[in-house]
T-cell receptor
Framework: DAMVIQNPRYQVTQFGKPVTLSCSQTLNHNVMYWYQQKSSQAPKLLFHYYDKDFNNEADTPDNFQSRRPNTSFCFLDIRSPGLGDAAMYLC????????????FGPGTRLTVT | KNEVEQSPQNLTAQEGEFITINCSYSVGISALHWLQQHPGGGIVSLFMLSSGKKKHGRLIATINIQEKHSSLHITASHPRDSAVYICAAWYQGAQKLVFGQGTRLTINP
């Protein structure tokens, strides 16, 4: 049974057109993470939510925002996608902040045309 | 500095060969993950280790805390094992998962 679900799996958007990626979880975990992974690179943490507490990484561009309306769902909003934002976006969850076990979703591959 | 280094970056082998991928890290980790990613795919967690050794099917992961080193072994490798294998360490101070660059494994029939 899928525990961390990401929709859509593939997303194509136009340069500058806002796009939203979705992540949901059935684990009832407190922490949800968003990572960006560009081709042949390691995943890079963008931000995470601990419950409703939003934590942005210092080098995450302002173009990237996130929302967590409830425990199960978390959204990644890219306000004005550029060509450089084309990447795999990975959602992960963990039980709490000190729990080092993370569960990854299948990812959403974003293409910007 | 919280770092994770993997070797080799690329590995090509014949079906049936024994595969070893290495990972070294800095002081201060609580646990180490081995992850698998197929081309164009998402990440699957293979193992999480804080000490000793774990085995799942043909995959074995070991960690040596004193040497700050972990290895992932694949026995009787198969073309379906072809993927990128990523080592990631949980640094307790930063409360963050730090990823290695990955090892691209290709198993030829």
């Amino acid at each position: 049974d899928a525990m961390v679900i990401q929709n859509p799996r593939y997303q194509v958007t136009q340069f500058g057109k806002p796009v939203t990626l979705s992540c949901s979880q059935t684990l009832n975990h407190n922490v949800m993470y968003w990572y960006q992974q560009k081709s042949s690179q390691a995943p890079k943490l963008l931000f995470h939510y601990y419950d409703k507490d939003f934590n942005n990484e210092a080098d995450t561009p302002d173009n990237f925002q996130s929302r967590r309306p409830n425990t199960s769902f978390c959204f990644l909003d890219i306000r004005s996608p550029g060509l450089g934002d084309a990447a795999m976006y990975l959602c992960a969850t963990s039980r709490d902040r000190v729990s080092y076990e993370q569960y990854f979703g299948p990812g959403t591959r974003l293409t910007v045309t | 500095k919280n770092e994770v280094e993997q070797s080799p970056q690329n590995l090509t082998a014949q079906e049936g060969e024994f595969i070893t991928i290495n990972c070294s890290y800095s002081v201060g980790i609580s646990a180490l993950h081995w992850l698998q990613q197929h081309p164009g795919g998402g990440i699957v967690s293979l193992f999480m280790l804080s000490s000793g050794k774990k085995k799942h099917g043909r995959l074995i992961a070991t960690i040596n805390i004193q040497e700050k080193h972990s290895s992932l072994h694949i026995t009787a490798s198969h073309p379906r094992d072809s993927a990128v294998y990523i080592c990631a360490a949980w640094y307790q101070g930063a409360q963050k998962l730090v990823f290695g660059q990955g090892t691209r494994l290709t198993i030829n029939p």
